[in-house]
């Protein structure tokens, strides 16, 4: 064994643990002052022996506490010693001193009256990963509050404490609970003296709700006996409030929109955790602390990673963000480049379009104009078909008679009266024919030229012959000049009707 030596004062050498070239290790106790924290029991020990019923009990359930601290956890007190005082015999338990302020404190100026989600989740972890512990050593606390659960600010990390009512017996425990205890955040069953693993579960759920609303569900309104029985059979009876609603109403009036926007996005699992913990029948809670633990730690896991993530890729998705930006605004000068060619097209469009209607508007004449303008059109039209067909050929009728009448000054009236009838009629027979014109004609110069002949003295026959070839060319040539005016004629009616046409075409 090596040889022990003091290292310095206060701290005592308990021998080598190894040694080495580069030093040795020494297991080392440190003696000197310690602050822990005490819990004092109501009920005195007058003997301590096992005959004692109470301090048999005690050292029981003390035993128990102490399985708890056989494997540390973080999140629950250490128990450093437990005895009976001195003074009165009231057994006490020695604890570890957590230096924080518990979750009531945490709900009080100045600090805010909520605690935001990303904290409650983490209060959750840690009470759940205590109570977990404990219900693995065969422990109920049976006395979970907000003023038992301490924030310890070396670690960061949320701390169970006070196991004081874990070791009283069941009389013990309904006389205290029936006196002092805090009945905001006791389950119906310990009404009735039972405690559970179930009971700190429901105790549980009473903390996350107060954590999230500001509040506990069923507050109690002074410390009379009447007011601790209503709060305990809201408890029984009641279904607990609308939680978001009460959060809504609590949200601190210094943060922003966007924060208190956040703040009401309460996970749908959570919710649905505290409203199963506070179930009124224990079996319909989840059935001890590891169950609730293993709930929250599936979904605290799955929203870390979420949260992670999003952290993690903020940086990317802000580049990603500022390209996609860049890329829309080009976008939007491209649409607004195409936006404006389109409506000088269309400008340009109407334009033409006004355009051609002024124009089209300019060539239009009114209604009445038109109708006269036809009525003339129609007027000169039947007057040229009428001269054509009918009134051409008496006119030629008569100018050939006159013609002939100079040349037979002899002739009485009886006679050009029926030479005209003669010449009408023949007029009516082939006025549709001009060869037949022609020809009616030439018979009808040849008859008075021989009627000529004969009311004159015989003449030679040169004279004839010249006669003969003087008349002959002069009945053909006027044959000729009435076609050519029919011809005329028919070409003046057809061009007013296309006249007539074009002009209803492009006015109406």
């Not at 029936?178 to 905001?184: D, F, K, L, Q, S």
């Amino acid at each position: 064994m090596s040889k022990l030596f003091t290292i310095a004062e206060g701290l005592e050498n308990m021998g080598a643990i190894r040694s080495g070239g580069q030093g040795s290790v020494y297991k080392g106790r440190r003696i000197g002052e310690i602050i822990s924290a005490i819990k004092l029991l109501p009920t005195p020990i007058f003997s301590q022996t096992e005959e004692d019923k109470h301090y048999f009990d005690f050292t029981n359930e003390v035993k128990k506490l102490q399985r708890v601290n056989e494997q540390p956890n973080p999140n629950i007190v250490k128990i450093l010693s437990y005895g009976v005082s001195e003074t009165g015999c009231f057994p006490y338990i020695e604890m570890e001193y957590i230096d924080g302020p518990d979750l009531g404190e945490l709900l009080k100026p100045p600090h805010q009256p909520v605690f935001t989600i990303k904290e409650i989740i983490k209060v959750a972890d840690h009470l759940s990963n205590a109570l977990a512990h404990c219900h693995k050593c065969e422990v109920k606390h049976g006395d979970i509050k907000s003023n038992n659960v301490k924030y310890n600010q070396q670690t960061g990390n949320y701390v169970l404490l006070d196991f004081g009512l874990a070791i009283l017996s069941d009389e013990e425990r309904r006389t205290s609970i029936r006196r002092a205890g805090a009945i905001e955040f006791m389950a119906p069953e310990q009404n009735e003296g039972r405690m559970l693993f179930e009971t700190d579960v429901y105790s549980f759920g009473i903390i996350l709700f107060e954590l999230l609303a500001g509040k506990v569900p069923f507050p109690l309104d002074g410390n009379s006996e009447t007011a601790r029985n209503k709060v305990m059979i809201a408890h029984m009876e009641t279904t607990p409030p609308d939680l978001l609603s009460l959060r809504a109403a609590a949200l601190p009036i210094d943060w922003t929109d966007a924060q208190k926007e956040a703040e009401m996005q309460v996970p749908e699992w959570l919710v649905a955790l505290i409203y199963k913990c506070l179930e009124k029948k224990p079996e319909d809670r989840f059935v001890n602390g590891i169950a609730l633990h293993d709930y929250i730690s599936h979904h605290r896991i799955y929203t870390a990673e979420a949260v992670s993530l999003s952290k993690d890729a903020d940086d990317k998705w802000q580049e990603i963000i500022h390209r996609k930006d860049e890329e829309l605004e080009e976008i939007k000068a491209i649409v607004a480049r195409q936006e404006r060619e389109i409506e000088n097209m269309r400008e340009a469009a109407s334009s033409t379009v006004v355009r051609d209607y002024d124009t089209r508007r300019k060539r239009r004449v009114s209604r009445s104009a038109f109708n006269a303008l036809l009525a003339v059109v129609l007027l000169v039209s039947g007057i040229a078909v009428y001269s054509l067909f009918f009134n051409k050929s008496v006119v030629g009728g008569v100018q050939e008679t006159a013609t002939l009448d100079n040349d037979l000054p002899n002739s009485t009236v009886e006679e050009r009266n029926t030479q005209l009838s003669e010449n009408n009629s023949a007029a009516k027979v082939v006025e549709k024919n001009p060869e037949k014109r022609k020809q009616q004609i030439a018979d009808s110069v040849a008859k008075q030229r021989d009627e000529k002949e004969e009311a004159q003295p015989p003449a030679t026959d040169q004279q004839d012959s010249a006669k003969q070839e003087s008349t002959t060319p002069d009945a053909n040539e006027e044959a000729d000049k009435c076609k050519i005016e029919n011809e005329k004629l028919k070409s003046r009616t057809v061009s007013g009707s296309l006249y007539v046409f074009l002009l209803w075409r492009f006015t109406f």
